[in-house]
């Protein structure tokens, strides 16, 4: 089992930066997928970055240049670093950890980028 808890979200002005964490507590740290996903509202949650077992690394195109997925195994935490925010990302993201059929999900955090 494992638990995840994000921290980091809030309001921040175009251009500007914000990181989230995600911290993970349970066992088994290091053998899951690990992602960040966004939700709008009314629509599905999507995929913003994903960092593999096997150490790829993926962005949807709309994030690609500005946002970095990293992880601390020794802080039990993945980062997602949001550098020159856009109002088209403000949504509640997500920290998503995967293996097979095993989804985890933290509750969420609010970004919210004013123009």
């Known amino acids: 089992q494992v638990q995840l808890a994000e921290s980091g979200g809030g309001l921040v002005q175009a251009g500007g930066s914000l990181r989230l964490s995600c911290l993970a507590s349970?066992?088994?740290?290091?053998?899951?997928?690990m992602g960040w996903y966004r939700q709008f509202p009314g629509k599905q949650r999507e995929l913003v970055a994903q960092?593999?077992?096997?150490?790829?690394?993926n962005y949807v195109d709309s994030v690609k240049g500005r946002f970095t997925i990293s992880r601390d195994i020794a802080k039990n935490t993945v980062y997602l670093q949001m550098n020159s925010l856009k109002p088209e990302d403000t949504a509640v993201y997500y920290c998503?950890?995967?293996?097979?059929?095993?989804?985890?999900w933290g509750q969420g955090t609010q970004v919210t980028v004013s123009s």
């Open positions: 998503n950890f995967q293996r097979g059929a095993d989804y985890y």
């Open positions: 349970g066992r088994f740290f290091t053998i899951y997928n």
């Open positions: 960092l593999t077992l096997g150490g790829t690394v």
